[in-house]
């Protein structure tokens, strides 16, 4: 059974920075990619960045600049820098990973920017 477990999220001030982590364990082949999404109140589940095993990032462009992604693939793990935090980044944090042909869902962190 795989899990991924996630980490980091918190309540911080515009302007402040936060680092998200997310491990995965269990039974796992071959990771694919790993990303972040997020759920904002009363909005969509949207992406916001994703890593492939070789690397290749990819960026929501409203977080273009501010977010990074990262991974390190011995340790099945997955992090998402947050620099420059605004409130509208305020929402449920899900990481997901690829593997093989199946998908798997953190349970969420919550991130909160107040202004």
């Known amino acids: 059974q795989v899990q991924l477990v996630e980490s980091g999220g918190g309540l911080v001030q515009a302007g402040e920075s936060l680092r998200l982590s997310c491990a995965a364990s269990?039974?796992?082949?071959?990771?694919?990619?790993m990303g972040w999404y997020r759920q904002g109140p009363e909005k969509q589940r949207e992406l916001v960045a994703t890593i492939t095993s070789g690397g290749l990032t990819n960026y929501a462009d409203s977080v273009k600049g501010r977010f990074t992604i990262s991974r390190d693939n011995a340790r099945n793990t997955v992090y998402l820098q947050m620099n420059s935090l605004k409130p509208e980044d305020t929402a449920v944090y899900y990481c997901?990973?690829?593997?093989?042909?199946?998908?798997?869902w953190g349970q969420g962190t919550q991130v909160t920017v107040s202004s």
């Open positions: 997901r990973m690829i593997a093989t042909t199946k998908i798997y």
């Open positions: 269990g039974s796992i082949v071959s990771i694919n990619v």
